[in-house]
């Protein structure tokens, strides 16, 4: 099983198809347990959907799959912190874990912004794992961004 992708690798296989299709480079990854659950990239600009983010199709996908509207003692990989509209599905779909990889300092609601999580009015609080593989994360999105504006 040594070749079997992390979860993590394999979102940021799935962020670096976005970019080669011109979507910003996000990938996310839903597992149950070892079992990789669900998996999307951003599609925003293909389904012409501002919520098809990354994180909202994995977690729509997951949710289909187990068909019970919950992904209690699930975890959520993906390659940029959440937003605060993402941040509020992993709420309300109860992910345990959620890792994400590079922060996102201007619309970031997890460690930056809005720090949804840390809300009283939120009533699910997954733990968070922050900065897993950011290093090359970031270094997609840099490049993807410069190359817009090139």
């Known amino acids: 099983m040594t070749d079997a992708l992390s979860p993590m690798d394999l979102a940021l296989s799935l962020a670096r198809e976005a970019a080669e299709l011109g979507e910003a480079p996000v990938g996310a990854v839903v597992m149950e347990g070892a079992r990789v659950l669900a ?81 009283p009015t939120c009533h699910h609080r997954p733990e968070i794992i922050g900065g897993v593989s950011a290093s090359r994360a970031e270094a997609m999105l840099v490049d993807f961004f410069r190359k817009l504006r090139e």
């Open 39 to 119: 998996a999307s990239r951003n599609r925003m600009q293909a389904l012409c959907d501002p919520t098809a983010h990354a994180e909202m199709l994995a977690i729509r996908e997951a949710l289909s799959i187990r068909g019970t509207g919950r992904l209690d003692g699930c975890d959520l990989y993906v390659t940029l912190e959440p937003c605060a509209m993402c941040a509020g599905a992993i709420a309300h779909a109860r992910l345990r874990r959620v890792y994400f990889a590079a922060e996102d300092t201007k619309a970031g609601a997890v460690e930056n912004g809005v720090r949804l999580f840390e809300q």
